[in-house]
């Protein structure tokens, strides 16, 4: 297993003694471990486990049912793009494919100089401007292979904005 340094297991530590007594409290923590260090080591599960009462497996299996939560850290820029069905009508997987070939890199991988994380995304709430993106945490809609790689190619080699959270 991955150890954790001083300091994280001092975090990880922190967050589920602060939240531990709310009811239901894992998802919470997760959130909150992810945000302040930018994934869910492996690490942590441990502590989590202990401090919650639950098994490794079961604090592991949450960790990896939701997309949301990341085993490694994002790159400096989280591309979400919109999987869901509205978005899917007007041509998500296609957009999804031109910023896979793009980037080269699938769903849920980051870009070997660690520039851009793509990621799919359920919804975003902007089906009447499908198909739509969040990136960096800013919504953009009607996106067009052409739109979304411009986009895109203005990340690399542009400062990150701390993408723990998206």
Do not use: W
């Not at 599960?45 to 490794?56: G, P, Q, Y």
Request: glycine content about 12%; aromatic content about 2%; hydrophobic content about 40%.
């Amino acid at each position: 297993m991955e150890t954790l340094s001083p300091a994280d297991g001092s975090r990880v530590r922190r967050i589920a003694a602060e939240l531990k007594d709310q009811p239901g409290p894992l998802l919470n923590i997760l959130h909150q471990v992810q945000g302040e260090l930018g994934c869910i080591p492996a690490g942590a599960v441990a502590i989590l486990a202990e401090t919650l009462n639950l098994s490794r497996a079961e604090v592991h299996g949450v960790v990896t049912f939701y997309h949301h939560f990341r085993r490694k850290p994002a790159g400096r820029h989280v591309v979400s793009l919109c999987q869901a069905e509205a978005c899917q009508a007007v041509g998500a997987a296609a957009l999804t494919g031109h910023a896979q070939r793009d980037l080269g890199v699938a769903l849920h991988q980051t870009t070997a100089d660690g520039a851009v994380t793509l990621e799919p995304v359920y919804c975003l709430g902007n089906c009447a401007a499908a198909p739509s993106a969040m990136i960096d945490g800013r919504l953009h809609g009607r996106l067009t292979a052409q739109r979304l790689g411009e986009l895109v190619r203005g990340l690399r080699g542009a400062p990150g904005k701390g993408a723990s959270g998206s």
